[in-house]
């Protein structure tokens, strides 16, 4: 006796051959130009980036310790800029190990820039983004981007207050998540951690003479601060109110990508200090997290044609645009889960 097939399932089965047949035919594109990049495009600009960040550390402790306002404030936003750069774009970069194409430096890379300069546990920082947030891109309850939602805070103070206290509870989001950790891996994090703000502190007290550790605190968390609004808005704005699929019925990857990513326009302050993976090709990113920012942007053309040509998405929106969205829809993003579109099921 043969098998009942029913149609919708040999369609099911054709469109998931498809999709996985356009993610392959795109990666060859990928690679192939990933190949044909020198080592200072694929990794070299971004080192340079990071570099340029750590290098600008000494004069803005420098301008710190001058009484003249002009310069105090320079001082104040190097320093807040270079935290910045370090803490978004380097622990984004280390986390997905596009650092360095050696696997222990790799390591070595992501516990220095997640855990002395993030204050946070590398291994939950990698666990959170690469495990869950990537593998599982806006599949509710798994990568919804639903971390960043407190829905008892009123729309004004989500989105313009509660991210200044980030650099407070950064650390101590990390120490919940030290349970469970082996007792070595609690003691290098506690370590770092406090490696990571003490030397800051200890630095304003003695090359900067900051008199008292009020205003040394305050000056951290002002640094600290300054880029933490624009972090929790990227974070939000491009993934939630884009479709979400079932844990148990998804899309494949390419079409799950596509269609639940959005890339912001290019912006110089942000492109430099958050990376061009977080803001403008975001897209590209997701579709191939183990690029660095400058190779992201190199093939951005290769797959936006592609993607266009294939007739998928490819999702983007200005910075403002997304900001009235959630300002005016506040209820319904962030505060009610997120509704099942059409598009979950779709194999």
């Known amino acids: 006796m043969g098998n009942d097939v029913s149609p919708g399932k040999v369609q099911g089965k054709q469109s998931a051959v498809e999709q996985e047949s356009l993610m392959m035919e795109l990666t060859r594109l990928v690679q192939k130009t990933v190949k044909e990049s020198s080592w200072w495009e694929r990794r070299g600009i971004d080192c340079t980036i990071l570099a340029a960040a750590f290098l600008t550390l000494p004069a803005a402790f420098l301008l710190l310790s001058l009484n003249q306002i002009l310069p105090f404030a320079l ?3 190097l320093m807040g800029v270079a935290h910045a750069i370090i803490t978004v774009k380097g622990t984004h970069l280390a986390s997905h190990g596009a650092l360095s194409e050696s696997q222990a430096w790799g390591e070595f890379w992501a516990i220095f820039f997640i855990e002395v300069c993030g204050s946070f546990t590398a291994r939950a920082g990698v666990q959170a983004h690469i495990k869950m ?3 599982h891109t806006n599949v509710i309850g798994l990568g919804d981007s639903s971390t960043w939602k407190i829905p008892f805070l009123p729309r004004s103070v989500y989105l313009f207050i509660a991210p200044l206290a980030v650099p407070i509870i950064t650390p101590l ?12 891996q609690v003691i290098r994090t506690m370590f770092l951690v406090i490696l990571g703000l003490y030397s800051q502190y200890w630095l304003l007290i003695h090359v900067s003479g900051f008199q008292s550790a009020h205003a040394a605190l305050l000056c951290m968390l002002v ?3 300054m880029f933490s609004l624009p972090y929790i808005h990227v974070n939000i704005f491009q993934h939630i109110g884009l479709p979400m699929f079932s844990p148990t019925r ?3 990857r390419i079409y799950q990508m596509t269609h639940g990513v959005l890339n912001l326009p290019r912006n ?3 492109d430099w200090t958050f990376g061009h993976s977080l803001i403008n090709c975001h897209v590209e990113h997701h579709l191939f997290p183990f690029l660095s920012d400058n190779m992201c942007l190199k093939v951005k053309p290769i797959v936006s044609r592609y993607l266009k040509e294939k007739k998928l998405p490819y999702q983007e929106d200005s910075y403002l645009s997304r900001l009235r969205l959630f300002f005016h ?3 319904e993003l962030m505060v009610y889960a997120p509704p099942i579109t059409e598009l979950v099921g779709v194999q």
């Open 75 to 77: 001082g104040m936003l």
């Open 133 to 135: 947030h990537h593998a």
């Open 173 to 184: 989001v990390a120490l919940g998540q030290l349970k469970g950790q082996s007792l070595a």
């Open 223 to 225: 640094c600290r601060a």
């Open 250 to 252: 998804r899309p494949k």
């Open 268 to 270: 110089p302050l942000l």
């Open 329 to 331: 829809k506040y209820q």
